[in-house]
């Protein structure tokens, strides 16, 4: 298992360096919000970890994967702090994915769940401009059929508004056709990879190279994303990851 994943680093190098931190310079005057996407994992037994890791960042917005009852639980201490928030639950009870918030949802918005919690939707007020947030769970591409799960959301990638960020664990790496095909559906772009995020439970962090990047973001219309980097381990088997995006204003109508 070692030697496979050490080899398969090796292989796919040139598409997990880190992505340019300054290719959307042009609305750098911008105000800059903060996305904190995080696989939780369901059984985590240290879960202060990410509690404090939100604490310390207080991104604008979370995505959250793995949620269990524990989970939820745990995120009703920082309520507070995140007023806004929707929680999807799995039917298993094990699994399900949340959006937590400080900006309010937009106002007569629904938020909304799929209906086996993979996926959870809520427009949020960035200060006036309303955006679409998504939180995404797919299975494994095998065993599972991750190809008719995508389809069976096909609705809800249709249904984001013009101006939408997806965050979320896909089980696929960038360069898979579940990641083309989650683009296509939602016409989205999916942002540059920005290293492994998912590494083995088993193996050791020094191996944290040989993981793969399946922990992904996608934006579209005026969301313009300008930095993503991953953040110190929470006690999950994925890595938060941190999106730095702004809100391109519309162009000003020059008067004839």
Known sequence: MILLLAVFAIAVTPHVFPASEDAH???????????????????????????????????DVVTLEEVSAMWREKFGHIASAYPYSIFCPHPGAVFGVAILSRRPFIA?????????????????????RPVDVAALHLHWPWPFQQSEQIEALSEQFRGLSENAILSGDLNATPWSATTKRIAELAAMTPAPPTGPTWLYRRLPASLRFAGLPIDQTFAKGRVAISKITRQQPIGSDHLPVLVEFSIIPQPETVAS
Request: a negative charge; hydrophobic letters at 40%.
């Open 25 to 59: 310079a042009r609305e750098a005057a911008q105000p800059h919000y903060r996305l904190l996407q995080m696989n939780l994992r369901f059984d985590n037994g240290s879960p202060e970890q990410a509690l404090s890791l939100i604490a310390h960042i207080r991104p």
């Open 108 to 128: 007569d918005s629904t938020p909304a769940c799929d209906p086996k919690g993979m996926m959870a939707v809520a427009s949020v007020d960035f200060g006036g």
